[in-house]
Every structure is written in C-alpha cells, then in structure tokens.
C-alpha cells in the first residue's frame, strides 16, 4: 500500500494523509475513450479499438471500462493535471536552490 503526504507550506494546515488500496488495481491498455454528461452525472468510457484500417464505414470498440462520477469530482480531475504540474514544478526549483 502506498502512502501520499499533502505539501503544505509552513504553517499551513496539512491535509489528511491518503493511502491508495492497489491489492485490487488493474492495468488496461486503451485507445479509445470518450466522455458524456448530464447535470447529475459524467460518464467517461474506454476501450480498445481493433480495427486498423481507417477506410471500413464502420468500426467496432470493445468497452473495457466505464466511469461515472459527479459533475464536482469530474471538476477536480480536470483541474488536477494543472495543480500536479504546479506542483512538480516547484518541488524541482527547491531541489535546485538546495544544491
């Protein structure tokens, strides 16, 4: 089990720690997602698409995976690649003026 500490700056209140559950993680290799909403929910489908020639009228996608969460969390996973970048960026200059 692994465990994520938030980085808060001093005197900051520092969040909870998390721990991530991987005994029952599975790994899918997908080339194929797409995403639909409503007002209650977000729906975001992958799967894999078999079909390599491009010229076929029609083309069949195996759906592997389907996740539907609320409009709120849908909003922190879009806005969260920014933050972890931020993040990730700020981390480094501080390993560099340290050196």
């Known amino acids: 089990m692994a465990t ?5 700056p001093d005197g900051a209140k ?3 720690v ?14 194929f997602a797409n995403a639909n909403s409503t007002r209650e929910e977000v729906v975001l489908n992958f799967g894999l698409n078999n079909t390599w020639d491009r010229a076929t009228p029609e083309v069949e ?6 996740i ?7 909003k922190r996973l879009a806005g969260d690649p ?3 970048d931020h993040r990730v960026r ?7 003026v340290r050196r």
Request: hydrophobic share 40%.
């Open 4 to 8: 994520s500490k938030g980085n808060a």
């Open 82 to 84: 920014c933050q972890a």
């Open 18 to 31: 998390v721990k991530w559950n991987v005994a029952q993680l599975k790994s899918s290799y997908v080339n």
């Open 90 to 96: 700020i981390a480094l200059r501080r390993t560099q």
């Open 61 to 66: 996608v195996e759906l592997g995976h389907r």
């Open 68 to 74: 539907v969460m609320s409009p709120y969390a849908a």
């Open 14 to 16: 520092a969040g909870p």
